[in-house]
């Protein structure tokens, strides 16, 4: 995937030059970043805000059978069926026999672990030869060995998440292309649904800018620009001090592709989670969420997930669950 530009970008280390950083505050070891701020205190504040039982699950279906939405160059995932009842076809499949006649299905996949809803390990982005924490770039050489998604699965994620349901909030069904917001706008959608968005919140963000796949793929990837947060020091410095654990969108990449101002790709993965920590969680399904929010009013919950313990990887599947 390229872009193409009429004007001089910014080296992103140049751009980012003087932001905040986190490197160091947990300690050289550290591989979980602003997830430390998600302690036993922060489950038991989200826990208050169970009030009625219900169970909202926020993972994209693997397999749609409509198409997966998935970042330019990565491909979805494909299930193939090693196993089903036309194994047993016939006398020379050589199928397994078990006494008692036993007949079973298996299948395997294929999947980019960022090709749906899924955490991005804390190393998976990086520029100027270090990741998070200030690891040599090397460490990700044939495996993610420091920073990978294992510690954050290890660890889980539990917390008070808010909805910022942005595509309500601008009265639209969903946000177009490039269309841009600010924590400025994160704020004035949290007051116009009745909270605030308080430290160590989970933030998730609803765009429903992946609705648009559904409708014309090839729209969708032309010019391919999503909506989202885009890049001020400003912004940055609200994440730093708000210390945000964890951002959660329903785009693909958690903030707008290019950068208006200086064109720079996805320069809030780095200042984000490079830089402060902040774990991202992507391609989410946040309808029937929006939903619920948008009857009972109810924007602020239990936010529940599990990625997935996989060796050295930079990223997992994950099906986060949210409790009201
Ligand atoms: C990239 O790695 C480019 O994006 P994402 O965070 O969506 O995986």
């Known amino acids: 995937m390229g872009h193409d530009h009429t004007y001089d970008v910014p080296a992103m280390g140049e751009l980012l030059k003087d932001a905040p950083s986190n490197w160091g505050r947990w300690g050289p070891d550290d591989e979980v970043g602003a997830l430390n701020f998600l302690t036993s205190s922060e489950v038991l504040r989200g826990v208050k805000h169970i009030q009625q039982g219900k169970v909202i699950t926020l993972q994209r279906l693997i397999g749609d059978p409509r198409g997966d939405p998935v970042w330019p160059g990565r491909t979805p995932a494909v299930r193939t069926m090693v196993m089903d009842e036309s194994s047993w ?122 609705s648009q796949f559904f409708e014309d793929q090839e729209q969708f990837y032309q010019d391919f620009c999503e909506p989202g947060l885009c890049y001020s020091r400003e912004l940055v410095e609200w994440f730093y001090e708000k210390e945000i654990p964890n951002l959660v969108t329903d785009t693909i990449a958690n903030e707008t592709t290019y950068d208006p101002k ?10 984000l989670m490079r830089n ?33 313990k996989i060796h050295q990887a930079s990223g997992s599947p994950v099906n986060p669950v949210v409790i009201k």
């Open 89 to 210: 076809d016939g006398d020379a499949k050589g199928a397994p026999q078990f006494p008692g006649g036993m007949h079973y299905s298996d299948d395997k996949i294929e999947a980019f672990l960022q090709g749906s809803t899924q955490y991005d390990a804390l190393g998976h982005v990086w520029y100027d030869g270090q990741i998070w924490n200030g690891y040599d770039a090397r460490t990700t050489v044939g495996g993610m060995h420091k920073a990978s998604v294992e510690p954050l699965a290890q660890r889980g994620i539990v917390g008070r998440g808010v909805l910022l349901d942005m595509a309500r909030f601008r009265g639209k069904s969903s946000l177009d292309k490039k269309e841009t917001f600010t924590h400025k706008d994160l704020e004035a959608c949290a007051r116009a649904q009745g909270h605030t968005i308080d430290k160590h919140d989970i933030v998730i963000i609803r765009t429903n800018f992946l």
């Open 262 to 271: 200086t064109g720079v790709a996805l320069p809030l993965h780095c200042a």
């Open 276 to 308: 402060l920590g902040v774990t991202l969680t992507e391609i989410c399904d946040l309808e029937s969420l929006a939903h619920s929010c948008a009857t009972d009013g109810q924007y602020t919950f239990l936010y529940v997930a599990a990625p997935l």
